[in-house]
C-alpha cells in the first residue's frame, strides 16, 4: 500500500487540471470522469480529497454536490470552476461542497487550502512550508512555531528551531548576514505565527522603554519586513505574492483582535465576508492599508484596516455593467456614475447602522481625491485631504496595479511602487498623493530606502 | 431487523440520489428494490406494487408530490397505512421535521449518510413498530 495521499479529480476541465498538477506534486492523482456510475463505485486507492469540476452531463450543481458528500461524507470537497456563469459558491457548499473556487483568481486560496488538507490528510509525511519574515526575533526567547530555512541546492528544508524552542544565535547572525532571508514555518502552524507577529508589533508600540521616535522606528522597520516579504523572490509570481499578502492580513487580523476593537472588526468581516469573495481587493487594501498606518505611524492600524474593508462597498448599489468595468473603459456617463461610489458607501454604512468613527468616514469618502484637486468627489486639494485618505488611496492604488485583472497585464509590486513615484516625479500635474507623504511611503518597501549619505 | 426480502421503494427526484440510496439498501442486504422519481410516481407504484411495497424511503423535496405529501397519501389509505417510511431529509430542512413526523413519518435521515447510519434508523423503525 503507498502512504502518498492520494487525490480524486473528477471531471476537471483540462486546464484546471493543468494548475491542479501544478499545485500538486508529491500527490497521488486518480482521475475519473464526470459519470454517475463512476462516481458512486470505490476508487482505489482511497482518496483523502475530492476534487470535482462544474457540474455536468446533466447533473445539477445539487446532484453532484450531494452525491459526492454521500460517497465521501468525512473528506474535503472542492468544486472548481472556471466559468463564472453557474458559479454559485453558496449553493454548492449548502449542498455538500466544503469551498468552491473560481480560478484563476482564487488560486492562491485554492493552493493554500489543498496544501493544508493534504499536509492534514497525510499524517506527515506531506508538509507543506511557508515562507516567512520573522519579526525581531532573537536568541533568547522562544518561538511557539517551528522553524526551518530552504536548501536551493537539493530543494530541501531544514528544521532550525522545533516548536517551543529558540533560535539559535549562528543561525540569526548568518541570516542576517547572507542573502537567505527568509524562514519558513509549517503551514499548519501558521496561525502561532500569526499572533507572534502581531503581537510584536503590539509590542513595539507600547514598550514603555522606548522614545516615540524609537518606537516609530521600530514599527517602520517591521513593517518594512513584512512588506518585502512581498518582494522576494518566491514572491514573484501574482499567486505566492498574494499568498504573503493574505499572511499579512492574518497579521493585522491578529493584530486587531488583540486590541480594544476586537469584536468591532469581526462584525464588519461577518457582514463582508457574506457576499463570499475568495480574493479580495477590500481584504489587500485593508491588509496594506493598515501596514502603512503602523509603518508611518499615520492614524490608528484598526482605522486604516475597517477603511480598506469598507470604502468600496457602494460600488455594490450601482448598475450591474458599471460594476464589472475598469474606470478607463467606461464611457463618461458611466464615469460620472461610477464617482458617487464613495458617497454610496457613506450611504450605505449608515443605512446599515455600522458604527465607525469619524475619521474612517471621512477617509472612505475622500479616498479618491486628489492632491493637484483633480479627484472626486468634491475636488479637495492639497492639505484639504485627510492624510488617511491618502493611505487608504495608496493601498488601493498599489492593489490595483499589483491585481491581475482578465486580459490585462498586472504590475509586479517593484513595477507598482516605481510606477507610483514617476508618475508623480515625471509630471509635476499628476502629483496625486502629498510628496512628503508618499516619499516615506516608499521608504517602507526595499529600495525605496533613501541611500545613506554618510561615507565609510 | 426488516427480513432482507421486503420490497423496498426508493424515492427521489435526483437520479444519482435514488442509485445511491438504492446502493445503500443493498448493502444493508435487501434484494427486492424498485425506485420512483417523485411522489407522484411513487404513489401510483405503491398501489400497482405486487408483491406489496414494504418500506419506502423517500426524499422531502420533490417536483408534482413532496414526500409529505406521500406520506399523507399513504397513511389516509387503510390498503396503505401501514407501510413504514423513512424521510430523508437535507440538513436545512432539519427543522422541520416535526411537521414529517405529524405526518406519519416513522423517522428521518439526514443527508449525506452512511449505510451504518440508514440500517440504524431502519432498525430503530423496524422495533418501535415491533414493540407496538
Ligand atoms: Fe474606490
Not at chain 2, 37 to 56: E, H, K, R, S, Y
Request: proline fraction near 6%.
Amino acid at each position: 500500500m503507498s502512504n502518498k495521499p492520494s487525490l480524486l479529480t473528477v471531471g476537471l476541465e483540462p486546464d484546471i487540471e493543468r494548475i491542479i498538477n501544478d499545485l500538486l506534486e508529491k500527490t497521488e492523482v486518480v482521475t475519473i470522469p464526470m459519470d454517475v456510475d463512476q462516481l458512486m463505485s470505490e476508487v482505489s486507492p482511497p482518496p483523502c480529497l475530492v476534487i470535482s469540476g462544474p457540474p455536468k452531463e446533466g447533473l445539477s450543481g445539487a446532484e453532484l454536490a450531494q452525491t459526492l458528500r454521500m460517497q465521501y461524507p468525512e473528506l474535503p470537497l472542492f468544486l472548481v470552476c472556471n466559468a463564472k456563469s453557474g458559479f454559485e459558491r453558496k449553493d454548492f457548499i449548502k449542498n455538500g461542497f466544503t469551498d468552491a473556487f473560481l480560478l484563476p483568481m482564487d488560486t492562491t486560496t485554492l493552493r493554500a487550502k489543498l496544501s493544508d488538507e493534504l499536509a492534514k490528510a497525510s499524517n506527515g509525511t506531506i508538509r507543506v512550508f511557508r515562507p516567512v519574515k520573522i519579526l525581531d526575533v532573537t536568541a533568547e526567547e522562544p518561538l511557539d512555531f517551528e522553524t526551518s530555512i530552504f536548501m536551493p541546492v537539493n530543494k530541501r528544508y531544514i528544521k532550525t528551531s522545533n516548536k517551543g524552542d529558540a533560535v539559535d544565535q549562528s543561525l540569526l547572525t548568518k541570516l542576517k548576514s547572507s542573502k537567505m532571508n527568509s524562514m519558513y514555518v509549517p503551514a499548519e502552524q501558521m496561525q502561532n505565527f500569526y499572533s507572534y507577529s502581531a503581537k510584536k508589533l503590539r509590542d513595539m508600540g507600547s514598550k514603555a522603554t522606548l522614545s516615540a521616535t524609537e518606537k516609530r522606528d521600530k514599527l517602520a522597520s517591521s513593517v518594512r519586513d513584512l512588506i518585502s516579504g512581498l518582494f522576494t523572490e518566491e514572491a514573484a509570481s501574482f499567486e505566492s505574492g498574494q499568498a504573503m499578502l493574505k499572511d499579512c492580513g492574518e497579521i493585522v487580523k491578529s493584530y486587531i483582535v488583540q486590541g480594544e476593537d476586537a469584536e468591532w472588526y469581526s462584525r464588519i468581516q461577518a457582514i463582508l465576508g457574506e457576499r463570499g469573495d475568495n480574493y479580495s481587493h477590500a481584504g489587500n487594501v485593508s491588509t496594506l492599508a493598515a501596514l502603512f498606518s503602523m509603518g508611518l505611524g499615520i492614524g490608528k492600524p484598526e482605522d486604516m484596516a475597517l477603511a480598506g474593508l469598507l470604502h468600496d462597498i457602494g460600488i455594490a448599489e450601482l448598475p450591474g455593467e458599471i460594476q464589472i468595468k475598469a474606470p478607463e473603459d467606461m464611457t463618461p456617463q458611466e464615469l460620472e456614475i461610477y464617482k458617487k461610489h464613495p458617497e454610496m458607501s457613506i450611504n450605505m454604512i449608515k443605512l446599515r447602522k455600522i458604527i465607525v468613527p469619524e475619521i474612517v468616514m471621512k477617509a472612505i469618502l475622500q479616498h479618491h481625491e486628489l492632491y493637484n484637486g483633480q479627484g472626486y468627489p468634491n475636488g479637495y486639494f492639497g492639505d484639504r485631504i485627510c492624510k488617511e485618505a491618502q493611505i487608504l488611496a495608496l493601498a488601493d492604488k498599489f492593489d490595483y496595479l499589483t491585481c491581475l485583472k482578465e486580459g490585462r497585464p498586472y504590475l509586479s509590486p517593484s513595477e507598482a511602487i516605481e510606477h507610483l513615484r514617476r508618475l508623480q516625479v515625471d509630471d509635476p500635474s499628476k502629483i496625486h498623493y502629498q510628496p512628503d507623504l508618499l516619499k516615506r511611503l516608499l521608504t517602507l518597501f526595499p529600495g525605496g530606502i533613501p541611500t545613506p549619505t554618510h561615507n565609510p | 431487523m426488516f427480513n432482507p426480502s421486503t420490497p423496498v421503494l426508493v424515492v427521489d427526484d435526483m437520479m444519482t440520489m435514488r442509485k445511491l440510496v438504492s446502493k445503500i439498501c443493498k448493502e444493508i442486504g435487501f434484494t427486492t428494490i424498485s425506485e420512483a422519481a417523485d411522489g407522484a410516481l411513487a404513489w401510483t407504484a405503491i398501489q400497482n406494487a405486487n408483491p406489496p411495497i414494504g418500506l419506502v424511503i423517500s426524499d422531502w423535496n420533490m417536483p408534482n408530490a413532496t414526500g409529505i405529501d406521500l406520506v399523507k397519501r399513504i397513511r389516509a389509505d387503510s390498503r396503505f397505512n401501514g407501510i413504514p417510511f423513512l424521510m430523508v431529509t437535507a440538513e436545512a430542512e432539519q427543522h422541520q421535521v416535526v411537521e414529517a413526523l405529524k405526518a406519519g413519518v416513522d423517522n428521518y435521515v439526514v443527508k449525506p449518510f452512511s449505510a451504518p447510519v440508514l440500517k440504524e434508523k431502519l432498525e430503530a423503525i423496524y422495533n418501535k413498530r415491533l414493540a407496538k
